[in-house]
């Protein structure tokens, strides 16, 4: 019932908020009467803060057109490599005309990076592709909303998380001869478990994993967060968060935990920040300061926009990281997409070397929670190991920023160039190329 109320409520504001924009629009024109009042812009400030306030956030694009390569600009095509009911595999690809530019780009490392999915898009970690694309191939998971899915493509669970990141992992590995993996925040759990399932089976692994701000040991200086995911049962949240997709989306009648109360939950966290933060755009759209007025929007277009989670994922997810440490326990069994149960051993994995970030002033995963990593991990040697506090750095410091471009993102290329071997395979374009001269002649110009 509270989410058909929220979505009333949203749909009676919604004119309110597109009223109060075409007001700014109007006090904001010096051409028109209303413009040219003398506490116009104090006025337009507050119908523009209104409607930002009332809006409601779509899923932002990630918008990279180009990346600069050593003075050179690369276009950048975004398109989808492989879909799944839940998630899509995005590719950002690279185009150049400079030969020498081209030529460095294909020897590049091929990366999949694993995205969040708790609360925001994948477009979070825009900084992240984007710093990324200079050195490497770039992937990424983009979840899809829960509400969007219907019911017809079944449920989701923990389980199907893991299975999507080994289907991911072999993709790249059959393009590529192999990848390299990183995860930023609540993907490293299913990350390991995925690259310990491949090992413990003897499947071909990733060269290396980035494990960057994850709660791989959520005991370890429990946060906030963690805290309420420790404190509160099981069936507290199945009946607290958990609802159904009304009826007017494509998903209706899926349990899920609603990206509303996600997005409540944040602001919770800090309210007082985000209440300054309003008032001081309001004061920059006073003063005619447009480029923190615009830094305002980016950051807010981003974090307002969020998702719904499968109500099966979100459950279990709460169950085995945080209140039964599985996974550092040895206790977490996986169905795989036979149906079968596997037990998740991180101690099978050999061969891929291994980096775990952190960040000195993360209030999201405490200090200790990712480095953990390297005590399951026992079978991977310890020359193949690294760890990397980022001083001075939060949860989101450590994969967007000054402080991730300049402290850890030199860190991660180094390591995985360092482990990088050559590839099998010039990448998906090339296993067209023999037939078509046309796209021969396309793919030379594309890594």
């Known amino acids: 019932m509270l989410y058909q109320l929220y979505e009333s409520q949203r749909t009676l504001m919604e004119p309110f908020s597109d009223l109060a924009q075409t ?5 904001n024109n ?43 600009n690369v276009a950048i095509h975004e398109r989808v490599e492989m879909s799944k009911p839940f998630c899509e595999l995005r590719r950002f690809k690279r185009f150049s005309d400079d030969p020498a530019t081209l030529t460095k780009l294909k020897g590049q490392p091929v990366v999949l990076i694993v995205a969040p999915l708790s609360g925001h898009y994948a477009t979070l970690l825009r900084d992240t592709v984007r710093t990324m694309l200079k050195d490497h191939k770039v992937y990424i998971t983009d979840w899809k909303n829960a509400r969007l899915v219907p019911l017809s493509e079944g449920e989701f669970h923990l389980d199907d998380y893991v299975n999507y ?66 404190n509160k049962s099981h069936s507290w949240f199945e ?13 209706a009648g899926r349990r899920v935990y609603p990206g509303f109360m996600q997005h409540a939950g944040f ?25 923190s007025a615009e830094a305002h929007r980016q950051f807010y277009d981003e974090y307002n926009a969020v998702l719904d989670m499968d109500a099966d994922y979100y459950l279990e997810t709460i169950k085995t990281v945080f209140q039964d440490f599985s996974l550092v326990q040895g206790t977490w069994d996986v169905k795989n997409a036979q149906g079968q149960l596997e037990r998740v051993k991180p101690q099978d994995i050999k061969t891929t070397a291994l980096l775990s970030v952190e960040g000195e002033l993360d209030d999201i995963s405490g200090s200790g929670q990712t480095e953990a990593v390297h005590t399951i991990c026992q079978g991977v040697p310890k020359q193949l190991q690294r760890h990397l506090e980022a001083k001075g750095a939060g ?32 990448g998906p374009a090339s296993r067209t190329s023999a037939k078509k001269p046309a796209v021969r002649k396309a793919a030379a110009k594309a890594a």
């Not at 007001?23 to 006090?27: C, L």
């Not at 009946?239 to 998903?251: D, E, K």
């Open 239 to 251: 009946h607290n968060v958990i609802y159904r997709v009304p009826s007017n989306f494509p998903g």
């Open 30 to 72: 010096p051409l028109l009467p209303w413009g040219q009042l003398p506490f116009a812009q104090r006025v337009a400030a507050g119908y523009d803060l209104m409607h930002r306030l009332g809006k409601d956030y779509e899923k932002p694009e990630f918008g990279i057109r180009t990346v600069g390569v050593d003075g050179v």
């Open 267 to 291: 602001v919770a966290m800090n309210p007082d920040h985000h209440a300054k933060s309003h008032y001081d755009y309001f004061q920059h759209l006073i003063k005619g300061d447009d480029a």
């Open 395 to 426: 949860h989101y410091g450590i994969f967007s920023g000054r402080r991730w471009r300049e402290i850890v993102y030199p860190a991660v290329k180094a390591f995985i160039l360092e482990h990088n071997k050559p590839l099998a395979a010039s």
């Open 165 to 230: 990141v080994q289907d991911f992992i072999r993709y790249l590995q059959q393009a590529y001869g192999n990848c390299h993996v990183m995860s930023v925040c609540q993907p490293t759990v299913p990350v390991l478990a995925a690259v310990s399932l491949m090992a413990s089976r003897g499947e071909k692994t990733p060269l290396t994993m980035t494990m960057m701000g994850g709660p791989i040991d959520a005991r370890k200086s429990p946060t906030a967060v963690n805290n309420l995911a420790m």
């Open 23 to 27: 007001a700014a629009k109007a006090f």
